[in-house]
Structure formats: structure tokens, C-alpha cells
T-cell receptor
Framework: GESVGLHLPTLSVQEGDNSIINCAYS??????FIWYKQESGKGPQFIID?????DKRQGQRVTVLLNKTVKHLSLQIAATQPGDSAVYFC?????????????FGKGTHLIIQP | ETGVTQTPRHLVMGMTNKKSLKCEQH?????MYWYKQSAKKPLELMFV???????ENNSVPSRFSPECPNSSHLFLHLHTLQPEDSALYLC????????????????FGEGSWLTVV
């Protein structure tokens, strides 16, 4: 079965607002997590990653939060722009696993309203 | 531009046809992958190649046949496919199989949209 999943299939936000996309995982051994963005007609694009020894990591307008206690991962996008419209999905890997061990979630479709 | 190029971008084929998808990476990576992405499903790993050797085949039907002639090129040969094989096929590469733990990550191509009629 799938060990990584997203709570909401679609998230609609106003342009300029902050977006929060959530992800739950069930494998306690997972120690590496990645967020991907997939625009329409394109392949997934790496956004940000985080290892289990961290709780928070920031990038440009994006922040990933990891709560290992409840096995929850979130992606925060600040001041969303039209170009942020895409499907976002998380991926996890287990300790000792290689890149071929990544397990992907189904994705959340982020819609930015003007 | 991710450095991973896939051709063709769109392919329509009949169930009796033979076609191939091509992937080329310009990143000097040693590992390459084929993924299948169907509507409303997570990415499904199909094949993994490391240094041109197949290291994983996730119970993929034999009508899909991968080929990795060198570390920069990966093919997916298609033969007698079924309509349910219609999907986006993504090629990806990483520095090596342990990329997920070394801080590197997987780089995806833009995919080949396959429609089987």
C-alpha cells in the first residue's frame, strides 16, 4: 500500500495569499522527504527537500515543515503567484534506501485565483 | 530545462504497433529511471538502471522493454500495448542510486504522453 498521501486533492487560494499543502506518511523509518511541483504538461520539478534530523527548512518563498511525532510534512508557499498553479506532491525514502526507493504521494492541485 | 530530454512528447499507437520512447540526460548521471504516471495515481517506478545495468524491474509486463545502451541514453520499447497503458511516461536520472541520501535528487524529463488506441 501507499505510505505517503496528501489530505486534499485540490487547494484553491487567492493570489498573494500563503498556501499550505499537507502530506502524511506512515513509515517511521523514512528519513528523507522531497516536495515536487508538476506544472501542466511537464514533468515533476524538485522544489525542496528535508532530512529527518531537521524540523524546518526554507527556500525561496517556500518552507517545508516536518513533524516526525505525527508523521506529517507540509509545504508552505508564501505570497502565491499565478505561476505557482500546479500539482504538488511529496515523496519519502526509507533509511538505507536509494533513489529507487522513493515513494510518491498522489498530489494536491494548487489553484491560484486572481 | 532539467537536463533530461524525452522524445517524442506525444505518441498515439495502435495495440499492434511497435514504438519506442527515448530519453537522454546531459547531467553526467549514472542512474536512470522510467516512471509511469496515470491519472489520479502516484508515480509508479517501472525500471531502474545504474551504470547501464538494470537493477530493478517492478513487475512490469513484458510488453514494456527497456534498453540502456550507455549512461546517457535510455529507451522504452513498446509492443502490443493495451489501452490501460495510456499514461505519461517519465524518464528521470540521478547522480547515482544513493542520490536520495547524498543531498542530490532525481531530475525528471517532461514526459512522453502515450495514448494506446
Amino acid at each position: 500500500g501507499e505510505s505517503v498521501g496528501l489530505h486534499l486533492p485540490t487547494l484553491s487560494v487567492q493570489e498573494g495569499d500563503n498556501s499550505i499543502i499537507n502530506c502524511a506518511y506512515s513509515n517511521s523509518a523514512s528519513d528523507y522527504f522531497i516536495w515536487y511541483k508538476q506544472e501542466s504538461g511537464k514533468g515533476p520539478q524538485f522544489i525542496i527537500d528535508i532530512r529527518s534530523n531537521m524540523d524546518k527548512r526554507q527556500g525561496q518563498r517556500v518552507t517545508v515543515l516536518l513533524n516526525k511525532t505525527v508523521k506529517h510534512l507540509s509545504l508552505q508557499i508564501a505570497a502565491t503567484q499565478p505561476g505557482d498553479s500546479a500539482v504538488y506532491f511529496c515523496a519519502e525514502n526509507i533509511l538505507g534506501g536509494g533513489a529507487d526507493g522513493l515513494t510518491f504521494g498522489k498530489g494536491t492541485h494548487l489553484i491560484i485565483q486572481p | 530545462e532539467t537536463g533530461v530530454t524525452q522524445t517524442p512528447r506525444h505518441l498515439v499507437m495502435g495495440m499492434t504497433n511497435k514504438k519506442s520512447l527515448k530519453c537522454e540526460q546531459h547531467l553526467g548521471h549514472n542512474a536512470m529511471y522510467w516512471y509511469k504516471q496515470s491519472a489520479k495515481k502516484p508515480l509508479e517506478l517501472m525500471f531502474v538502471y545504474s551504470l547501464e545495468e538494470r537493477v530493478e524491474n517492478n513487475s512490469v509486463p513484458s510488453r514494456f522493454s527497456p534498453e540502456c545502451p550507455n549512461s546517457s541514453h535510455l529507451f522504452l520499447h513498446l509492443h502490443t500495448l493495451q489501452p490501460e497503458d495510456s499514461a505519461l511516461y517519465l524518464c528521470a536520472s540521478s547522480q547515482d542510486l544513493s542520490a536520495a541520501h547524498s543531498g542530490n535528487t532525481i531530475y525528471f524529463g517532461e514526459g512522453s504522453w502515450l495514448t494506446v488506441v
